[in-house]
Each structure stands twice: as structure tokens, then as C-alpha cells.
């Protein structure tokens, strides 16, 4: 069963934490962890939300550890350095945001809020099934998204749409079309 | 025109979470400002930015390096091993919008089921579930609590008193052995000792037994085995054969006896043996004699022993 839902468990840890080596380290972790605790998992209750969860929380578990570490700071200059370093560029030819930017953009949230973007937008789970792993109810579900998504945006934003393409093209230098009030200009550097 | 609302009240609008008459105000307010109704836009393609965003797929090796770390973990612990049952392994979470049975979920609190197989471990079937193997240990000093009297379950062992746990006290007795708990009666299995026709249940556990460490193994699957007796509800169905093993009840019985050729059997368990289903038996050898582990694969009948691996297991002092 592992092998069934291993790409989807993969998939939550590798966009929970980003990087391949930590991922395969939590997954692991977790499926070590879901083997030992194999007694107490109730038969008739669905095994793929349990396994998620254990996925979930190993995952979540080595994020916060590294965000409690204080030497991870040089780590973070770093990804500050590269994020500044390209932004001005902008990604000319960005289509997409790379997986650096969005997990860039991502560990800004509070893990609660990440996780839930990880379920409901990148890997398009409904709510409900997304509050089933999680262990929170549907409206914390939907809460969590949207304090994520309203926290990412500006994030975001100073890369290229991966929608349909802007209105505003050829205008980037004037700076992102959505901008909080308070943080009016503060991409347009 | 009213006051631009913030990113957050609108990613709770475009969720549907205000109030009505918070919702309507941003409803209007949005109909004449287009900063905010771009907003709403750009809030509104996120998890369309977040689902295109490309991450490396699992590395190859991963997956043996899960395997072979369950494998090391359950060298150290002696569970037991079911098929899963029933719709969950099926279930797959939907895509958005599709079932409501994450909300299920919530109520599925891990219910302490020590005694009994866990579905899980089907999870690692592919490698590791040993579903079909059958460990048979004989041996004077290895009494085990899965010998039958009359077709209830008996504690049977006088040498060992973590058998003596009453029922009643099931629940409280697993809370620390998790994983010895973790043996599912198998099948009866009947066979010739010492010119009686005798009984014992098998079991089912998922140890992958291993040449190199099948003597220690079985003395772990034969504590596994007292533990689980004790732990078995009076009047548990035993399974039938699991499928996997390919094997009828009757031909494990034939197996049994000509393996034990008149010498007591003090485990039968469907297991695996290098990965592949086998029966492991243990078989103990009179009175002060070494019992002998055996691992015997599907072919194992009355007439063919189909031994793979075996091992003398040394005495121990009850």
C-alpha cells in the first residue's frame, strides 16, 4: 500500500519542506512511524487519510524544527539573496513560478496556514478531505487557505502571472498591479 | 466609494467565509474598484500558481530505502500482518469537490486494537507483509500459548506469566508492547505428537524472516505468539488461510505434521521468509533438546517438506 500512495505522499512532503533530501528524510520518518503505530490505526477508517496524516504532521514536525533552529539564518540570507537577485530581472521569460519562489514565499506562513495551501491549492484536495488530515474542521480549512493566500500574494506577485497573460503588460517596472496599502511599492525596488 | 478592502477579507470573501452583510459590502465595493476586483483575481489564480509549480519526483531509491528500513525496524519487532479489509485501502482522497469522507475522519480516532492485525501493514505488503509464510518452531522449552486444548484458546503455558493476563485486562496489558501485541490467530492446524492428535492456531505476523537472523526471529515471533494468545478474544474467529499463501488449511496441516514428524509444534506462523510467503515452524525436541526453527515454503505438504532455512534455537531459561 505504501507503493500505491507513495508519489502521493511524496508529493506533500516534498511541497511541504522543498527540499528533496528532508523530504525523503520525513517521509521516511513517517512511514517508520505509521509501521509502528499500525496496532492503533483503526481498519475501517480510511488508510490514505491516516498515512497523510502521519505524513503531514513528520513533515510539519521538521519544518518547525528548522524554523526554530537560530542557524538557519545564513540558509535564509541566502534564499533572500537569490530571491533579491532575481527579482529586479524578474524572470523574463517566467511563465511560472519555480519552485524556489513559491518556497520562498511559502515559509513566510505559519506551518498551519502552509500546510493547508500545500492540500487544497497544490495538490487540489477538497476541504473537507484536507480537514480529515489535518484534524481540523472544514471552516479552519478554509480559514487557513485564505489567511495563507491573503499572506502570499504579495509574495507572489513580483513574479509573472501564470495565468492568462496581463493587461498591464509591458508596464512591469510600474511595479505589481496588487498591493496591499501598506506594503504599496515595497516589490517595486 | 467606500474603503479598498485587505487581501485578507478578500481571500475570506472569495471563500465564501464572511458574514452576508460583511460579504455584500465587499460584493459592492468591489463593483466599482478595480485594484480590489484585481486582487480578487490575483487571489483567485493562486492555487493555480501553486498547483503548476513543479517539484522533483520521489528519488528512485526511495522507496527500498523506506523498504529497507521497515525491514531493520521489524527485525526488532514481531507484528502481525492482514490483508486489508473492507473499502479503505481502495479509498483514495478525491479531488477537490469530489467525497466528503475526509470529514469522516475526524471521528476515526485510532481505537486500541493491539490483539488484532492492523490493516496497515498491507501497506508494505509488497515487500515486507508476510503473508504467506509459515515459521513452524519445536522445541521442549518453548511452550506457547497458542496450543489448543479442546478448541478454546488456553493460556497452556505454565512458563511464562505475561500469558496469564485476563481478558479483562486486555486493554490495559497492551499499552506498552505495541508491536508483540500485534500477532492475528491464524488458522487451527492439527498434527501427530506423541500419538495424540493435537491442536495449535497458527499466526500471522509480518516479520520477513531472514537466513541470517531466523533464529532470532523466532524467538521473537514465539514471545509475539504467548503475548498475542493472551491477548486474543475468547472465541475470535481464527482467519482462514490467508490467500496469499496459496496454500489450503489442510496442506499447511499435512506440512506441519511432517515437518514436526512427531515432535511438538510451538508455532506455526504464516510469515515470510526472504521476502517471499512462507511458513515458519517451530518444533521443539523433547524435554531438553534445542527446538528447531524451520522455513518451508508453499509447496510444504504431508509429502514434500519444502524446507528453505532452518535453525537449532538454543534453550532458554524460563
Redesign the interface.
Known sequence: ????????L??VA??TLGD?EEA?DA??DA??S????????????????????IVVNAALDRMRRRSARPTVGGDEEVLDSLASDRSPVSDPSGA????LD?MDALRHLVPDQQAA?VL??????????????L?V???TV??R???G??????R??HLR???PPSQEQGNRSAGP??V??EEGGDDAS | MTRHASLKILAFYIEGSLRPRRASRVASHLAGCSRCTGSVQDLRQIPLRLSNVAFPPIPANLTHRIEMAIVAESTTRVTAAEPLSGEASRRDLPPRGASQDGARQDGARQERRRWRMPGFSSPLAGSLAAVGAAVIVAGGGYEVATHLGSGATSSGSSSSSTVHQPAQSRAAAGGGSVASGAVRPGPRVQFQHDGKTTTIFSVTTSTNFLPVTLQAQAQKALQAARLGAAKTLPGATPAAVPSATGISARQLAGCVSNIAAGRNVLLVDLAKYQGNPATIIVVGSGPSGPGVVYAVGPACSATDTDVLGQQNLPRTAP
Do not use: C, N
Open positions: 500500500m505504501f507503493a500505491r500512495h507513495r508519489d502521493r511524496w508529493a516534498i511541497r528533496p525523503a517521509l521516511q512511514m517508520i505509521a509501521f509502528r503505530r499500525a496496532g492503533s490505526f483503526r481498519g475501517d477508517s480510511a488508510v490514505t487519510t491516516w498515512l497523510h496524516r511560472t513560478d519555480t519552485q513559491v495551501l487544497v491549492d497544490m495538490l487540489g484536495y477538497s476541504v473537507a478531505d484536507a480537514a480529515g488530515v484534524g474542521s472544514e471552516g478554509k480559514s487557505a485564505a489567511r493566500r491573503a499572506k502570499l500574494l504579495p507572489l506577485s502571472q501564470a495565468g498591479r496588487v496591499p496599502a
